[in-house]
């Protein structure tokens, strides 16, 4: 593999353009406008820059991992990758219309991956021309500082599909799992509950903010409180899993918390929109209830 396709230039999309080039690849990234793929590059600028700045990261290596980039505002350029990584919103309807536009220029060897966090991936496999070319790849987010890429296949997938992608996952110094397609894979699955949880408790006046996410930094030693953690996923995006968790499995036990509902009514997307269960407008983060 010489050239990785992304689309989405959002935190993810940008994330994985970041290693893929620092890995090496030649990366191309796309939105729906060539400026929205111009201030996804320029965030990866910023962010080298401060690793500049620290003395993390040479200059010249800085603007030579930048030339890797290119940008565009569509997905022709998308035919010369050979591997392309969807990182778009995550709402199915959007993804199966780039898996269709994408699949009209893929090469007849080139292979499609969703970084979907809930969505099943046979199931958006059908939107693509050749299921067996389709695979699941989830990041995490900070993506340059998170070890972990899911490996998921959907029931089409190939065997030289799979292998061909943990080789780029492990090139880009990423360790893999595997796992099957099922609703949330394995990490959402279980971290998803637990962010609700969190909610729920909050809601029902068990704790502040700030008590639920110092219990739990301290209490099991995780970087960050269920609560941060959820701002720092985007309380949106929680929402949107949790919703295909309880419509895929019908289960219950994955309702959105009402509070949860609400913050995202209000536009209180987290982190991303400067308020959630914290707010960002100053230097440090404060609790607000
Ligand atoms: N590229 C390269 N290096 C970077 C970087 C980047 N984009 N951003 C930061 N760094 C470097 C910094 O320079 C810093 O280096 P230094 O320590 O030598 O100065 C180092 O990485 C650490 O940076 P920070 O000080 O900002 O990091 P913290 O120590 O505060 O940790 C954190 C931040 C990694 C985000 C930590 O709080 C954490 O692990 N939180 C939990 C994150 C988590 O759980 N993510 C998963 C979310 S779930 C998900 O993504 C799935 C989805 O589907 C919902």
Known sequence: MKTIGVIGAGQMGVGIAQVSAAAGYRVLLADISQELADKGKANIARTLGRLVEKEKMSAADRDALLGRIETAGDVAPMAEADLVVEAATEREDIKRKIFENVSNVLGSEALLASNTSSIPITRLAQ??????????????????????????????TSDATVTAVDGFVKSI?????????????????????????????????????????????????????????????????????????????????????????????????????????????????????
């Open 127 to 156: 939107a693509s021309a050749d299921p067996a070319r389709f695979i699941g790849v989830h990041f995490f987010n900070p993506v340059p500082l998170m070890a972990l890429v899911e490996v998921i296949r959907g029931l089409a």
């Open 173 to 289: 110094g990423k360790t893999v799992v595997h796992v099957n397609d099922a609703p949330g894979f394995a990490v959402n699955r279980i971290l998803l509950p637990m962010l609700n949880e969190a909610v729920f408790a909050l809601g029902e006046g068990v704790a502040s903010v700030r008590d639920i996410d110092n219990g739990c930094r301290l209490g099991l030693n995780h970087p960050m409180g269920p609560l941060q953690l959820a701002d720092f996923v985007g309380l949106d995006t929680c929402l949107e899993i949790l919703k295909v968790f309880l419509s895929t499995t019908g289960d219950p036990k994955y309702r959105p918390a009402p509070l949860l509902v609400k913050y995202v009514e209000a536009g209180w997307y987290g982190r991303k929109s400067g308020r959630g269960f914290y707010d960002y407008s100053g230097p440090e983060p404060v609790p607000t209830r």
